[in-house]
T-cell receptor
Framework: EPEVTQTPSHQVTQMGQEVILRCVPI?????FYWYRQILGQKVEFLVS????????KSEIFDDQFSVERPDGSNFTLKIRSTKLEDSAMYFC????????????FGPGTRLTVL | DQQVKQNSPSLSVQEGRISILNCDYT??????FLWYKKYPAEGPTFLIS?????DKNEDGRFTVFLNKSAKHLSLHIVPSQPGDSAVYFC????????????FGQGTRLTINP
């Protein structure tokens, strides 16, 4: 069964450093998403991406964040200058864009900012 | 932002009995509701969904009920099995909000043998 994959599973970085989280969505899907879950809190929407552009973003997704689909398979989330409060699980998801359009999630990347 | 609420942080059920997980929402523009199951160190796994035009959807042991007038949905699992022990998230999609999902806080379900 096709699945969303994410790398790395755990990323540790120093405050102020740039990180890139990588995702490979399900191959025939057209919509891509990033969500995050800070420990003990809800899963929160960050951004959705369709047709090579952002279709929606939350207030969390400020200028420090960017997304890119550099090739036909990868979808990346970049945080330019990490802050302590960026420590969270980051989940990538994808959906087909047709029918009920269920979003399927990857296993997540745990980001720890020191 | 409390648009989707799961008021029970945890639930413990005997194996073989029915598990009922509840979810309330406030946004009348939500058109689609989903339940996800999450094990530790894994991503949310899609379980079952329901459109706002329906009041019930069933898939094997899982049934979701939607009461639009009460802005309430529930997930029934029967019979409950030990492998059902996980955190269950209710999520909703806003008709006007592109594809964004709004999640509840989650309910930790424990099935006791």
């Amino acid at each position: 069964e096709p699945e969303v994959t994410q790398t790395p599973s755990h990323q540790v970085t120093q405050m102020g450093q740039e990180v890139i989280l990588r995702c490979v969505p399900i191959s025939n899907h057209l919509y891509f998403y990033w969500y995050r879950q800070i420990l003990g809190q809800k899963v929160e929407f960050l951004v959705s991406f369709y047709n090579n552009e952002i279709s929606e973003k939350s207030e969390i997704f400020d200028d420090q964040f960017s997304v890119e689909r550099p090739d036909g398979s990868n979808f990346t989330l970049k945080i330019r200058s990490t802050k302590l409060e960026d420590s969270a699980m980051y989940f990538c998801a994808s959906s087909s864009g047709t029918g009920v359009d269920t979003q399927y999630f990857g296993p997540g990347t745990r980001l720890t900012v020191l | 932002d409390q648009q989707v609420k799961q008021n029970s942080p945890s639930l413990s059920v005997q194996e073989g009995r029915i598990s009922i997980l509840n979810c309330d929402y406030t946004n009348s523009m939500f058109d689609y509701f989903l339940w996800y199951k999450k094990y530790p160190a894994e991503g949310p796994t899609f379980l079952i969904s329901i459109s706002s035009i329906k009041d019930k959807n069933e898939d094997g042991r899982f049934t979701v009920f939607l009461n639009k007038s009460a802005k309430h949905l529930s997930l029934h699992i029967v019979p409950s099995q030990p492998g059902d022990s996980a955190v269950y998230f209710c999520a909703a999609r806003d008709l006007q909000g592109a594809q964004k999902l709004v999640f509840g806080q989650g309910t930790r379900l424990t099935i006791n043998p």
